[in-house]
């Protein structure tokens, strides 16, 4: 068991502590905001009662489980005192995480590892002298309590035996860390989601075809051989030389990047930010509650189901 602190209580944050939490470790949580901190543990609690009663965590435990395993603190240096690892999951804000990282140098217990969630940044420059030798990005997928994967990129000062460490926690959760030997911006699945994101926010800027015409195309074209057969099972079973001559032909050319998407631009300006303000690329009217439960629920299905068929791709492939 570890101590261990989430700085950050908002969409990866509360489900970080509920993580940590049920791989057996004694978690405080904090967040500048104390609404989205006490809103925490609400979706805390929600997001454990649909795992246990889909079998993704154990049956006896109870929000009183999670209230012993999870404090929630308003005070930085309280949430970090005597914390083993303090996972960063604040806003993809460097200059935020530069000022965090400043005041952790000053309260957190000289050995604490610092793990960053952050999706893209290369934060090590962020972080001060001292934290180097335990620094490093931990990097998860929405929601973490159901996505095994978890990027780490050790910093460039950071001990061999700290990164281990955490990696080892990890892997002792029955998570999946894939280790980076140094930062790429991205890592490998978010690079290759970002590339995604690009071509779909293309087609839709474009008006080649509506988002859900295009999130249609996703899971009835691609998302089925995904789990099986990855990229390069797939482009096995399609033959080389074809993927050879796609190349060669220069089929694809990937949009120029932007650095932004006037239909995105426009959602956020009217205020459709997405599930928790009842609408974004979709309206979504239920309560978010609801609506987190929903997708946890079908996650769960998918994520028992691969387990029962197996993947023909990957580390763990049994082709
Ligand atoms: N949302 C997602 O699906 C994913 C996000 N990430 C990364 O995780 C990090 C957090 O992202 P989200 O949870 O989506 O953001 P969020 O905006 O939902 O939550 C961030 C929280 O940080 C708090 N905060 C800001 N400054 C703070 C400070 N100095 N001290 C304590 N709390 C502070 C805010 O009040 C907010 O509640 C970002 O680096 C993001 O790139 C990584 C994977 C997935
Ligand atoms: O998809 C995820 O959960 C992560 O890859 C993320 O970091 C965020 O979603 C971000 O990259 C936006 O896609």
């Avoid at 894939?178 to 490998?188: A, M, R, S």
Wanted: aromatic share 6%; charged share 20%.
């Amino acid at each position: 068991m570890a101590r261990v602190a989430v700085i950050g209580a908002g969409t990866m944050g509360h489900a970080l502590a509920l993580v940590f939490a049920l791989g057996g470790h004694r978690v405080r949580l904090t967040d500048s905001n104390p609404e989205t901190l006490a809103k925490a543990q609400g979706l805390m609690e929600t997001a454990l009662a649909t795992l246990v009663e889909g079998g993704e965590a154990p049956k006896d435990w109870t929000s009183g489980h999670l209230a012993q395993a999870v404090t929630r603190h308003e005070s930085l240096e309280e949430a970090v005192d005597g914390a083993e690892l303090i996972v960063e999951a604040i806003i993809e804000v460097p200059e935020a995480k530069r000022a965090l990282y400043e005041r952790l140098d000053a309260c957190a217990p000289p050995d604490a590892a610092i793990a960053s969630n952050t999706s893209h940044l290369d934060v090590f420059p962020l972080i001060p002298a001292a934290r180097q030798r335990r620094a490093m990005i931990a990097h998860w997928y929405t929601p973490p309590y159901l996505v095994d994967l978890v990027d780490m990129i050790p910093g460039p000062q950071c001990e061999p035996a700290a990164f281990e460490q955490v990696f080892g926690m990890l892997k002792a959760m029955g998570k999946q860390p894939l280790g980076l030997k140094k930062f790429v911006p991205g890592y490998v699945a978010n690079r290759i989601q970002a590339a995604i994101g690009l071509e779909v926010q293309h087609l839709l800027d474009e008006g080649v075809a509506t988002a859900p015409e295009i999130d249609a195309a996703i899971i009835h074209g691609l998302a089925l051989r995904l789990p099986i057969l990855g990229y390069y099972a797939k482009a096995d079973f399609t033959g080389l030389p074809l993927m050879q001559a796609v190349g060669r032909n220069k089929s694809y050319t990937p949009p120029e990047p932007r650095g932004s998407s006037p239909v995105l631009d426009r959602l956020v300006a009217e205020g459709r930010t997405g599930v928790l303000a009842g609408a974004g690329y979709y309206d979504w009217p239920d309560d978010p509650a609801k609506l987190f439960e929903a997708r946890d629920r079908r996650l769960i299905a998918l994520k028992q189901a691969m387990r029962e068929i197996g993947t023909m791709a990957g580390l763990e492939r049994d082709a």
